[in-house]
């Protein structure tokens, strides 16, 4: 979702590190008895995703080897449970987020787990940022949300929330050059992103939010 080409291989493997994190959900991407062998107290996933960028779904198919397809979460089908969902900077950039909620519940199972991430609108970076903040990136982002306004959202979903937390985010240097070069130097250094791009740093900025939701 957004700008793959910019961003998006450092996204696409980012998504993998968030995931790894995640070890206590059984079943991540789908519901299957036969993934739990009797008497195996780990538990084995079957995960599968779906991404609308056909770009980034073929470098995750291609490259890392994971199982993907180009759609939406409303291609699958509504008998097809899910233990976990996660949604990794997919909301902002939801024209009609609500119904994309209610959808995403429909699919969620019996004590099942939502896991999204979005930007806080509220954070010290993005007040200090004003105009300049990394995540206004219009017009792919079209909403922008607090820890207040992403609770009401959900909760009207029928999604109560559990948990709020700020994790680092994965940048390639390039993007990090870009979005200081527009703040402090208000021009964007095309040459130097594409040198530095090459290179990916863990940071945190205290801005993105990755919300725990149950059902």
Known sequence: ????????????????????????????????????????????????????????????????????????????????????????????????????????????APGGTLILTTGDLDSRVARWSGRYWHLFNLPEHRYFYSRGTVIRLLERAGLPVKDIRYPPAYYDLGYLAERLGRKFLRYEPASLRRFLSRWTVPLNLFDIMEVTVGK
């Open 1 to 108: 979702v957004g700008d793959f080409g910019a961003q998006g291989a450092v996204a696409v493997e980012a998504r993998q590190r968030r995931l790894r994190g995640y070890h206590g959900f059984p079943g991540v991407g789908g519901r299957d008895a036969g993934d739990r062998p009797e008497g195996h107290h780990q538990f084995v996933f079957r995960a599968e995703g779906i991404d609308p960028c056909r770009e980034a779904v073929r470098y995750g198919v291609e490259r890392l080897g994971l199982d993907l397809r180009a759609s939406g979460i409303t291609a699958s089908p509504p008998g097809h449970l899910f233990d976990c969902i996660t949604a990794w900077d997919v909301l902002e950039h939801l024209p009609e987020p609500l119904p994309w909620l209610q959808e995403v519940r429909a699919r969620l």
